[in-house]
């Protein structure tokens, strides 16, 4: 059986990480992702974040494979009338046109959506912005760390109050990714909109509404009770089974056994603690709150006097449900992870592979396959000759600097 989105053209007019990473979602899927760049490529190409060199020596550079896997390249600058022709020739055979430019931009190289759409009003125009298509900075640009984790009230929900500074993102494009796989999201349900009514549309998706959808919960307590943060919690917690606890060799186990009661007698028994559940104090649930304290420094010891490895055995003896604090270096040995392709490695082109992180997405029992991303116009000429231009065309352009 085929992707779900093979027969799906995609051209993409996007830089960064998060246009790009819902494009190469959408190759995942199955989508023929066209990425279009300027002869200068993309600038993630040249971003470095840390050291890059894999234990052979080369640069590999995990952000740029990640998020645009299994594209085709084409270089054309589209500030020229010639290479905005080549676009539009892309356009009339694609179903959607993804970018990520800012508003002013695309309307001087006339790729806004009103120009795209009145020219191919089939197409679906998708784009991912900082702030949402509406409102008086309609028009600005973001990064994720900045519009995503510090203005979507992420950064600030994380951080103590007496702390020195904000609780940065726990990596690079961690919000870009999310929003991508948002607009990717949105973008399938164009599809299926387009397939069912023949209308085609516009979709946006942007950094501010993606965080804003994560911190829902909190977003609409605050709006409904008039409260600026919500403290970060301290103290004992009214379920003790609900937490993480520092094991006896320096790791940590996450329990999030909310039906308190149906778990407490069973884990105290496996945890050879049966009095803790005799105990009056800790009898069942509106008691154990009584006595949180009490009760918390218990639990909190007898994790304490036990290794992790011990642990996980002790624990699989119960059906409450806990699991490890991990590094993202333990994921490469995770039996499910790898079960499930998540983890997978990737034909690097040149004799070696690559570890990349697959879709989490599952269709009919198997996960989907991935391929490296494409060279800076490595399918330019390929690309060209398919819109059907000769020889003597291609390198005009080339000699124009519109193509690569």
């Not at 992420?154 to 948002?182: K, R």
């Not at 003790?240 to 060799?249: A, M, P, Q």
Request: glycine share 10%.
């Amino acid at each position: 059986m085929g992707k779900p989105l093979e027969g799906i053209k995609v051209v993409e007019v996007a830089m960064w990480a998060f246009v790009p990473a819902c494009g190469g979602m959408l190759a995942d899927l199955g989508a023929d992702v066209i990425k279009v760049e300027p002869p200068s490529g993309d600038p993630l190409r040249g971003l470095q974040i840390g050291n890059l060199n894999d234990g052979a020596g080369r640069r590999i550079d995990y952000s740029w494979e990640s998020y645009n896997r299994g594209k085709r390249s084409i270089t054309l600058d589209l500030k020229q009338e010639s290479g905005r022709a080549v676009l539009m020739k892309l356009l009339a055979s694609a179903d959607v046109f993804l970018t990520n430019l800012l508003p002013p931009a695309r309307r001087a190289m006339a790729i806004d959506a009103a120009t795209i759409r009145a020219a191919f009003p089939g197409i679906i125009y998708a784009s991912g912005s900082a702030l949402g298509p509406k409102g008086p900075e309609a028009d600005k640009g973001g990064y994720d760390a900045i519009t995503f984790w510090s203005r979507g009230g992420i950064s600030s929900a994380l951080t103590e109050a007496d702390a020195a500074l904000p609780v940065g993102p726990p990596g690079p494009a961690f919000g870009d990714t999310l929003s991508g796989s948002m607009l990717a999201g949105a973008i399938c349900a164009a599809i299926a909109r387009r397939a069912l009514t023949g209308e085609a549309g516009e979709v946006d998706v942007s950094l501010l509404g993606s965080a804003m959808w994560s911190m829902q919960r909190y977003i609409c307590q605050a709006t409904a009770d008039n409260v600026q943060k919500f403290p970060r919690p301290s103290g004992p917690p009214f379920n003790v089974l609900v937490g993480t606890y520092r094991t006896s060799d320096g790791r940590f186990l996450a329990l999030c056994m909310l039906q308190a009661d149906k778990y407490w007698a069973p884990f105290c028994e496996v945890a050879g603690r049966p009095d803790l559940a005799a105990d009056p104090r800790f009898a069942d649930a509106p008691a154990r709150r009584e006595n949180a304290q009490a009760c918390w420094a218990e639990v909190t010891a007898l994790f304490a006097s036990r290794t992790l490895a011990e642990w996980r055995e002790i624990l699989a003896r119960q059906d409450g449900q806990w699991d490890v604090v991990k590094d993202v270096g333990e994921m490469r040995d995770d039996p499910q992870a790898l079960a499930n392709g998540y983890l997978k490695h990737v034909d690097y082109g040149d004799g070696s592979e690559i570890p990349m992180v697959g879709v989490p997405m599952v269709f009919d029992g198997e996960p989907l396959g991935s391929t490296r991303s494409p060279e800076l116009g490595a399918d330019s000429d390929a690309i060209l000759e398919s819109l059907g231009y000769d020889e003597d065309a291609i390198i005009d352009l080339k000699v124009q600097g519109v193509v690569f």
